[in-house]
C-alpha cells in the first residue's frame, strides 16, 4: 500500500492560490483593455469635436461659440490627460498581477514536482514489492516441484 504525499493539503492549496491569482489577472487584463478603450474613444471624441470646431470656424464664430468650443476641448483634453494616467496606473497593477500570477505558479510547479517525484517513488517501492513476492512464489513452486 502506498503512502499519500505528506505535502498533498498545501499542493492543494498551492493550487487554489495559483487559480485565485489567474483569475485576478484575468481581471486585471479585462480593466486594462477598458482603460484603453475608453482612452481610445476620448480622443476619438476629441478628434471628432476638433474637426467640428475647424469646421465651424470656416463658416465664422461668435467670440462666445469659439469660447464653448476651446472650453470643450480643454476639458476633452483633461479628461484624456486623467485617463491616460488611469490607463498607466492599470498597466502597473496588470504588471504586478503577472508577476505574482507568475509567483503562485512557481510555487505550484515547485509542489508538482514534489507530488510526481513522491508517487514515482511509491511506485518504484510498489514494483520492488510486487518482484520479491513474484521471486518468492516462483522459489516457492521450484522447491514445491522439487520435493515431489
Do not use: C
Not at 510526481?116 to 518468492?136: I, M, T, V
Amino acid at each position: 500500500m502506498s503512502k499519500p504525499f505528506a505535502l498533498q493539503t498545501i499542493h492543494e492549496l498551492m493550487q487554489t492560490r495559483a487559480d485565485d491569482a489567474t483569475q485576478l489577472l484575468a481581471r486585471l487584463i479585462a480593466s486594462e483593455r477598458s482603460a484603453k478603450d475608453k482612452l481610445e474613444m476620448l480622443r476619438k471624441y476629441r478628434d471628432d469635436y476638433a474637426a467640428k470646431f475647424r469646421q465651424a470656424a470656416q463658416n465664422g464664430l461668435s467670440p462666445g461659440e469659439w469660447r464653448n468650443y476651446q472650453e470643450f476641448l480643454n476639458r476633452l483634453d483633461e479628461a484624456i490627460d486623467a485617463q491616460s494616467q488611469a490607463v498607466a496606473q492599470q498597466v502597473q497593477r496588470t504588471a504586478s498581477g503577472q508577476a505574482h500570477w507568475q509567483q503562485q505558479r512557481m510555487k505550484l510547479k515547485a509542489f508538482d514536482t514534489l507530488s510526481e517525484r513522491h508517487y514515482a517513488s511509491e511506485n518504484a517501492q510498489e514494483l520492488k514489492r510486487e518482484q520479491k513476492n513474484q521471486d518468492e512464489f516462483a522459489a516457492r513452486s521450484k522447491d514445491d516441484k522439487g520435493s515431489s
